[in-house]
């Protein structure tokens, strides 16, 4: 099974700064995800990493806000831009291949925008 | 709005006692998933039950999926204190792995 590791695990940021979150996959995955968790609700997607080409952004997320990186098969990066208090959040990333239908998850970035 | 819908929200049972958790959705699906989460962490993959499969069952874990409902049950039988976590369900519903998520069913197992 594939470990996803994410850093940081947490941050506290200004308002209108930028955060970088990193996701590594310690094999080869054929698709990665970014989501969103506010604390107790369920995860969003925000979108889904491809790699070498333009990330496919769900409705409500657009790309200058929430820029997303996917180098090789094994790393992601996802930057939420311009940070305001409702950033506040948990970002995941999970990543999928092969023949398994299901998501392996990273631990999360808690992320606390002031 | 396609997202599956979990009850109860919250269940607090006793160690040894059985939790069941459903889940609702509203479309056609590939597949449904169940996944645990510890305390806001990243979640763990517990079972996927095919849309042409009635039940299933992982150690502990029983699942049952009713297509004409487009309803599934998660039954953890003899709980334990480990098993406190938030389960939520997801369904595969398109031609790609995305996941469509419950708004989950927070358990607590008191010892």
């Known amino acids: 099974s594939a470990v996803i590791s994410q850093k940081p695990s947490r941050d506290i940021c200004q308002r209108g700064t930028s955060l970088t979150i990193q996701c590594q996959v310690d094999?080869?995955?054929?698709?990665m995800f970014w989501y969103r968790q506010q604390p107790g609700q369920s995860l969003t997607l925000i979108a889904t990493?491809?790699?070498?080409?333009?990330?496919?952004?769900e409705s409500g997320f657009v790309i200058d806000k929430f820029p997303i990186s996917r180098p090789n098969l094994t790393f992601s990066t996802l930057t939420v831009s311009n940070m305001s208090p409702e950033d506040s959040s948990i970002y995941l990333c999970?990543?999928?291949?092969?023949?398994?239908?299901?998501?392996?998850f990273g631990p999360g970035t808690r992320l606390l925008v002031l | 709005s396609q997202q599956g819908e979990e009850d109860p929200q919250a269940l607090s049972i006793q160690e040894g006692e059985n939790a069941t958790m459903n889940c609702s959705y509203k479309t056609s699906i590939n597949n449904l998933q169940w996944y645990r989460q510890n305390s806001g962490r990243g979640l763990v993959h517990l079972i996927l039950i095919r849309s042409n499969e009635r039940e299933k069952h992982s150690g502990r874990l029983r699942v049952t999926l009713d297509t004409s409902k487009k309803s599934s049950s998660l039954l953890i039988t003899a709980s334990r204190a480990a098993d406190t976590a938030s389960y939520f369900c997801a369904i595969n519903a398109g031609n790609n792995r995305k996941l469509i998520w419950g708004l989950g069913t927070s358990l607590a197992v008191n010892p």
């Open positions: 990493a491809n790699q070498g080409s333009e990330a496919t952004y």
């Open positions: 094999s080869q995955v054929t698709m």
């Open positions: 999970s990543g999928t291949g092969g023949q398994r239908e299901t998501q392996y």
